[in-house]
């Protein structure tokens, strides 16, 4: 039987900017979602890059005196350094100045003409460069993008995507696909915009070079979020050889800032190239830092990898989804990371595995023991441990990650509760047969405890299962019943979460 299959993106990023936060997020919710994906045996495809084409990327050469091609080969290896210092498991990472991505959106460029869905006119409004996005008269605050971005006035030639012609199958489509745009509350900011009418679309510039030119126009280069959005399907074979079976069950995390184009002008192009839309695209919120809006200009700018150094790579990726449901804003301090990092990492989890395993070590030699009879306390522990994953599956489902985290910290909970009920340190000496049972029931919990966590905290939960003894082959889902062996030798434990002092 083959097995299903999952295709998960991340935003491609701009390269005239340094790796910050909101990079990270994105980056760090997609492998969590393909990792427990992977691990749940889907056939799994995870894919980041850089958006490399634009007025601003050309703009940024030219103020650091560099050629535009020197610029974005340097600026893509700091996002592809930062992936893999995040411990990102993505499968590819994709750049727009790549030939099977220019291939792919003038084949999407032909396709769309060829449909009759871009004419030649001329443009003429507002243009914000930050945004690489128009605006009418009627959405500019104060004389601003909404972004708060400096917009210009552009008039020059252009092609255009019948974009107008879209708003009633747009809607349809919405409709009949609710869970397309999420959260709901995204969904319906989205469908309210739509439903305010849409003009055609500007899809080309003349003004600079810095782009995929126009099949049989060079004087025009694509607009660089046709170009961008299209990356998505380049990384999946398109145009020779598109992989179907991803893109029924793809998912493209965003920021709220960039929802518009990837749930109104993205589904719009492909449905016009004759395409279906991705699965779902899933708007998150912003960062802000110690309670102030993160700017360049303030300064706040929050470098992951900075974070990364200071706390390590899973207290961090921890921290990132514990503190607010995803899709909501959040505020980074530095008080609630180490908050989190003592209280749920140390003290909680890290504690659990740290006092089961000395124990085993100085008094069972490090041996795993074979259980006897289970009392009632100990079947409701391993039941709940057993309910686990599909919990966690549903969860992983909604990009509820904090509902994961509910589901996971409340069975280490129960399970530190057990010890102190338990008291394995009285049972030593009173209960041998009693002593065995409770130390292979903890083995197991803490063996799907860590399991369950392998998606967000891939490096402690690694080790844990090394300490457990469990092999590399039965750490996937499918081993899930699998328990821990009587028999094994563990090797000598090691705290995995230090305790943060100052
Ligand atoms: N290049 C486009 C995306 C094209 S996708 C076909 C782009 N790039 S970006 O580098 O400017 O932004 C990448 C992501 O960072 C966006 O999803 C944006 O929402 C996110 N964030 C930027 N600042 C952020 C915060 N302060 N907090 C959370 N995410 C933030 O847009």
């Not at 390590?312 to 995803?326: A, K, N, Q, S, T």
Request: glycine share 6%.
């Amino acid at each position: 039987m083959s097995k299903p299959a999952f295709y998960v993106t991340t935003p491609i990023y701009y390269v005239n900017d340094r790796p910050h936060l909101g990079h990270a997020y994105t980056t760090i919710a997609a492998d969590v979602i393909a990792r427990f994906k992977r691990l749940d045996g889907y056939r799994v495809m995870f894919l980041t890059g850089t958006d490399e084409h634009g007025q601003k990327v050309q703009k940024a050469a030219v103020a650091r005196g560099m050629e535009t091609k020197d610029l974005v080969d340097e600026v893509s290896e700091n996002f592809r350094d930062l992936a893999v210092q995040l411990h990102a498991s993505h499968d590819d990472f994709i750049r727009t100045t790549e030939k099977r991505h220019i291939k792919a959106v003038q084949a999407l460029w032909k396709e769309l003409n060829g449909r009759g869905q871009i004419y030649l006119g001329h443009y003429e409004g507002w243009y914000s460069e930050r945004d690489e996005a128009f605006f009418a008269e009627s959405e500019l605050i104060d004389g601003k993008a909404p972004s708060g971005a400096e917009v210009h006035w552009m008039k020059e030639p252009s092609y255009f995507f019948r974009l107008s012609a879209w708003q009633e199958p747009l809607l349809k489509f919405y409709k009949e696909n609710p869970s397309f745009i999420v959260p709901e509350t995204r969904r319906n900011e989205v469908i309210r915009f739509v439903e305010g009418g849409l003009t055609d679309l500007s899809i080309s510039r003349t003004s600079f070079s810095w782009g995929i030119p126009v099949p049989n126009d060079p004087q025009h280069v694509i607009y660089v979020w046709l170009d961008a959005l299209t990356n998505y399907l380049t990384a999946i074979g398109y145009p020779d050889s598109l992989d179907e079976m991803l893109w029924k069950d793809s998912l493209h995390l965003v920021g709220k800032d960039i929802l518009r184009f990837h749930a109104v002008y993205w589904p719009a192009f492909l449905m016009a190239a004759g395409l279906r839309p991705p699965k779902q695209v899933f708007a998150h919120g912003w960062w802000t830092n110690e309670g102030q809006k993160i700017s360049k200009s303030v300064g706040n700018v929050i470098d992951p990898l900075a974070l990364i150094q200071t706390y390590g790579i899973d207290p961090f990726r921890y921290f990132l989804f514990r503190e607010v449901p995803f899709g909501q804003d959040a505020d980074f301090s530095h008080a609630a990371l180490i908050g989190r990092l003592n209280s749920d990492l140390a003290n909680s989890y890290g504690n659990l595995v740290q006092r089961v395993l000395s124990f085993i070590q100085k008094n069972l030699n490090g041996l795993i023991p074979q259980p006897h009879e289970y009392s009632a306390d100990d079947n409701a522990l391993l039941h709940k441990g057993n309910d686990l994953l599909a919990l966690v599956r549903q969860d992983i489902e909604r990009l509820a990650f904090h509902r994961a985290f509910d589901h996971i910290w409340s069975l280490i909970g129960d399970a530190n509760r057990y010890v102190d009920e338990e008291k394995p340190w009285v049972l030593k000496s009173e209960d041998e047969k009693r002593l065995q049972t409770v130390l292979y029931v903890l083995l197991e919990t803490i063996r799907k405890i860590a399991l369950m966590t392998q998606p967000f905290l891939p490096e402690s939960s690694s080790r844990i299962l090394d300490q457990i003894g469990v092999p590399r082959n039965e750490r996937e889902y499918a081993s899930w019943l699998s328990p821990v062996r009587p028999g094994t030798i563990l090797p000598m434990p090691y705290a995995v979460f230090p305790r943060w002092v100052k």
